[in-house]
């Protein structure tokens, strides 16, 4: 088999020196380039043509998915995508992803992904199904009370619990846990996709709350909230979000 143009996109530049170091060990791989945010991502892989792209699908300025619909239609290479986030795992194989690789994983995972890309390649593709099973058979679901946040270059693995509430402030998130606030970049939308939503609620287009840390509810202007947390913080409610904030206090009326 001739050896596959390879393109590496991860923002992270320890996990483009790891990614890098385990293909070393393919000799049908040969690495061509790399990126490390969404333009850049589309400038290389117009500039090489690779046959196969490792796609981190969390970078700045565009993410993975952008990255693919910015390409010419007849020209996308195989895409392998590699994140730390299993929700994104359906949506890759929608968009035809070969495989889908959840950080962290190892050279035998990796091994079975470049068995998947080379049937790919020399069209033996698998039935949608069974690929999508073996997609499937890779995610690693976390615990549906534990958040995964990617912060300078780290992830940190918070169980739903220790988070009080979530803030956006200019172009960052801002997750408050007791007296330590961490600043994430990521939209509110993206994130409030990752709670589980029995334990926190949007109050506003740039808060949410956790449901526990609520002590008292006041009526404010034109039909919003003050929301006082357990801690003092005062979280004023948006419109847009009322009949929302309003079963906070519906289900738990005293009778």
């Known amino acids: 088999m001739t050896a596959l143009r ?6 992270e530049e320890l996990a483009r020196e790891r990614l890098r170091s385990m293909l070393a060990n393919h000799p049908n791989i040969e690495i061509v380039g790399e990126a490390e945010d969404g333009d850049s991502a589309i400038r290389v892989i117009r500039e090489y043509s ?5 796609l981190d699908v969390q970078i700045p300025q565009a993410n993975g ?9 007849g020209s996308i290479p195989l895409i392998v995508f590699v ?16 495989d889908y690789l959840l950080k ?3 050279e035998a995972r990796l091994a079975e992904t470049l068995d998947r890309v080379s049937s790919r390649y020399d069209g033996y593709e698998a039935p949608a199904g069974t690929a999508l099973q073996a997609v499937l058979a890779h ?8 958040v995964v946040v990617k912060a300078d270059g780290r992830y ?10 979530i803030e956006v402030v200019g172009k960052e998130l801002r997750i408050h846990s007791g007296t330590s606030m961490l600043r994430v970049r990521e939209s509110m939308n993206s994130f409030e996709r990752r709670l589980p939503p029995h334990r926190f609620i949007r109050v506003h287009r740039s808060a949410i709350i956790n449901r526990s840390r609520l002590r008292e ?9 003050l929301l006082i947390l357990r801690d003092g913080t005062r979280v004023v409610t948006g419109r847009r979000y009322r009949d929302d904030v309003q079963t906070l206090i519906r289900h738990r009326a005293v009778r």
């Not at 995610?139 to 534990?146: E, F, S, T, V």
């Open 139 to 146: 995610m690693h679901a976390a615990p549906c009370d534990q």
């Open 6 to 11: 390879t393109v590496i996109v991860d923002d």
């Open 156 to 165: 940190i693995f918070f169980d739903a619990d220790e988070i009080d509430w």
């Open 50 to 54: 690779p046959d196969l792209v490792f």
């Open 83 to 98: 994140t730390a986030y299993d929700q994104y795992a359906l949506r890759a194989f929608d968009v035809d992803a070969c």
């Open 104 to 106: 962290p994983f190892d």
């Open 65 to 73: 998915f952008d990255v693919i619909r910015d390409l010419p239609p």
């Open 217 to 225: 509810m006041q009526p404010w202007f034109q039909g919003e909230y």
